[in-house]
């Protein structure tokens, strides 16, 4: 059961993370109810690693390095509720 509820959530974050991301390409999408709502919940994570990650000319790598470590975030607390349980 703890297992579903984890994989669910960052899931359902990391499909959020995305979805900013595509809507950074559309400027008008952000200024929408649902840009700024992702804007709230996403900012803080990824301004974290634009803080230490330059970008690359136009190009910001920083939301692949997110989306990398938040995968191995969810993995690393699968296994250790796993040698818990």
């Given at each position: 059961m703890i297992y579903y509820i984890i994989i669910q959530a960052f899931t359902i974050y990391t499909?959020?993370?995305i979805?900013?991301?595509l809507l950074?390409?559309?400027p008008a999408a952000q200024d929408s109810a649902v840009g700024r709502f992702l804007a709230t919940v996403?900012?803080?994570y990824l301004g974290f690693f634009r803080k230490?990650?330059?970008a690359?000319?136009?190009i910001d790598i920083s939301p692949i390095v997110a989306l990398f470590v938040l995968r191995f975030i969810q993995e690393g607390l699968l296994k250790v509720i796993s040698y818990i349980i």
């Open positions: 499909f959020m993370l979805a900013y991301i950074s390409w559309i996403c900012e803080p230490f990650i330059p690359i000319g136009m």
